[in-house]
């Protein structure tokens, strides 16, 4: 069952912004590590960010840090994603997660899908030169 519901997706030409949003059930944003994944086809997933709902740190691989922000409003049960200074290579299919384990923050470094056990559908962003 789906349990996370992405939007915010959408074409815009590089140097362009976007802000996707992920709306999880309470039980599942609550005290959970959040994250976001990219894909293209034919492609791993790839995890870019992460935001632990517990004390909202934030966590970026490379080739997005300082162009992207996570975020989110408990109150909602919200994650956003920020993105700013988009790329063509920012093209993917974007998805939400979070973590199977409840209670702990995000381990260090790239996220991994594997420890991620609930997922939205996706939303797509695609960015032209």
């Known amino acids: 069952a789906q349990h996370l519901v992405e939007s915010g997706g959408g074409s815009v030409q590089a140097g362009g912004s976007l802000t996707l949003s992920c709306v999880a059930p309470?039980?599942?944003?609550?005290?959970?590590?959040m994250g976001w994944f990219r894909q293209t086809p034919g492609k791993q997933r790839e995890g870019v960010a992460t935001f632990y709902t517990g004390d909202r740190s934030t966590q970026y691989v490379d080739s997005v840090r300082g162009r992207f922000t996570a975020s989110g409003t408990n109150a909602k049960s919200t994650m956003y994603l920020q993105m700013n200074n988009l790329k063509p290579d920012d093209t993917a299919m974007y998805y939400c997660a979070a973590t199977r384990v409840y209670g702990y923050a995000c381990s260090p470094g790239e996220p991994q899908s594997s420890d991620f056990g609930y997922w939205g559908q996706g939303t797509q962003v695609t960015v032209s030169s």
């Open positions: 309470e039980f599942i944003y609550n005290g959970r590590c």
